[in-house]
């Protein structure tokens, strides 16, 4: 199609990798400029905690717990400019986004060709959950900014072995850290990498030279976070992240049921009621697999299906299911027997790419496999899902046919009248 069209001998170029973020970008812009009062599934239930953080330097770079001090120190740079933390964070929620497209846009087609790397984008921009993600005030965008990032560095790092670029990917999976402390996941997984890789080829000490360099990258970028932890509590990775473990394990926040007054830890939850423990992570990280799946084909979100109620999420379902139905028409039996017959142990990079999925979604599971905890992995997820879908639903000749066409058809209906939805229902019953 767009792909043969040629003008004078030429073909065509190529949209830019900028488009689609700013269009997006001006879109949640104005949409957030309606976003005058924090509604439900509008603002991170812990902004008021951030915005209190960013009222000063010293809070700032005062210990929390649960969250380190990356957000609140872009929050504060905001509200310097501004003057109110609630705008500032909304402008930093959009921003991220725009950019995160703009990243996905190169980490696409790093791993798939400029072809996918454009139709990722335009689907991450339709997709209900990246504008949902892109609303809410709070530091989901943003720690998936940095984290993809990381993510994009580290895979050409594993492809070509070079220092600068593991350098660059240990850095920004510091950063991301240092917003979100789920994102230490990356590290442990390109390491993983580093060892298959240099199992199975020559050069194995420059690989390890890789490893040493993203990691210590990563941790020097992490050390002020660390310092701060080490002169407040005596330990460098302080965290209190094991109260959300004991909430999704027991659905409460009253502390009063563990043992004692002493302070809540992993080892000692695991200790109490193992079979709990594991039982509990065991559904939560394939629960977080199958919300992965959902968010990919843009299913309408259970909790705003449960309050508008009525035909609109029946409809929603009901184009989902045209949509994977016309979809499966489309397949072409040939592609997918020379799919099969290419299957073999996964390299570097999809190794990486495996490990960061799955890792990320077993992070997640230790509480709660909430969808927007799932940003990052989901984004590598559906790059992947966009590329299979152009691999295996076109002719040989790589020409479209009136079934790939109403497949394509059908997933841009589906998406926008999702979205749409989404957004409409969101803020007229987030009050």
């Known amino acids: 199609m767009l792909g043969g069209m040629r003008r004078s001998g030429h073909a065509a170029a190529p949209p830019s990798p900028w488009l689609v973020p700013a269009l997006f970008v001006v879109v949640g812009a104005a949409l957030q400029a309606i976003h005058h009062a924090p509604l439900l599934q509008t603002v991170e239930n812990d902004f008021v905690g951030h915005a209190a953080r960013a009222g000063s330097w010293r809070a700032v770079f005062t210990v929390h717990g649960l969250y380190p001090f990356g957000y609140a120190f872009v929050l504060r740079l905001g509200t310097l400019l501004l003057a109110d933390p609630f705008a500032a964070a909304k402008i930093i929620a959009v921003v991220s986004a725009g950019l995160s497209l703009r990243v996905a846009h190169g980490l696409a087609r790093d791993l798939f060709g400029p072809g996918t ?212 028409a489309s397949l072409r039996p040939r592609r997918l027997r020379g799919l099969a017959r290419r299957i073999v142990l996964p390299g570097g990079v999809a190794l990486f790419l495996i490990l960061l999925v799955g890792g990320w979604t077993a992070a997640v599971g230790l509480a709660f496999s909430t969808s927007r905890f799932l940003l990052t992995p989901w984004i590598v997820c559906a790059a992947g899902a966009v590329a299979l879908f152009r691999s295996v639903c076109r002719p040989e000749d790589g020409r479209c046919d009136r079934r790939v066409a109403l497949a394509q058809g059908a997933w841009l209906l589906t998406l926008l009248v999702n979205a749409g939805c989404v957004i409409w229902f969101t803020f007229r019953l987030g009050a």
């Open 117 to 328: 790397a454009l139709a990722t984008q335009l689907f991450l921009a339709l997709n209900w959950h990246f504008h949902e993600t892109a609303l809410l005030v709070g530091t989901d965008q943003l720690a998936s900014l940095a984290a993809l990032l990381a993510v994009r560095a580290l895979v050409a790092s594993l492809r070509d072995a070079t220092v600068p670029r593991a350098i660059v990917g240990g850095a920004w999976a510091g950063a991301a850290a240092l917003v979100r402390q789920t994102t230490l996941v990356l590290l442990p997984a390109f390491v993983l990498a580093v060892f298959w890789l240099a199992l199975r080829e020559r050069g194995g000490r420059r690989r390890w030279l890789l490893a040493a360099v993203t990691v210590g990258a990563g941790l020097a970028v992490y050390a002020p976070q660390m310092a701060l932890s080490w002169r407040t509590t005596g330990t460098p990775f302080y965290q209190t992240q094991a109260r959300n473990v004991w909430f999704g394990l027991h659905g409460e926040m009253d502390w009063s049921r563990t043992a004692g007054e002493r302070e809540l830890s992993l080892i000692g939850i695991v200790r109490d009621d193992p079979r709990l423990f594991f039982t509990h992570w065991a559904n939560e990280t394939i629960l977080g697999g199958i919300r992965l799946a959902a968010m990919t084909v843009g299913q309408f979100p259970p909790w705003l299906a449960r309050r508008v109620g009525g035909m609109v999420p029946v409809v929603c379902g009901c184009l989902t299911g045209l949509a994977v139905l016309a979809t499966l």
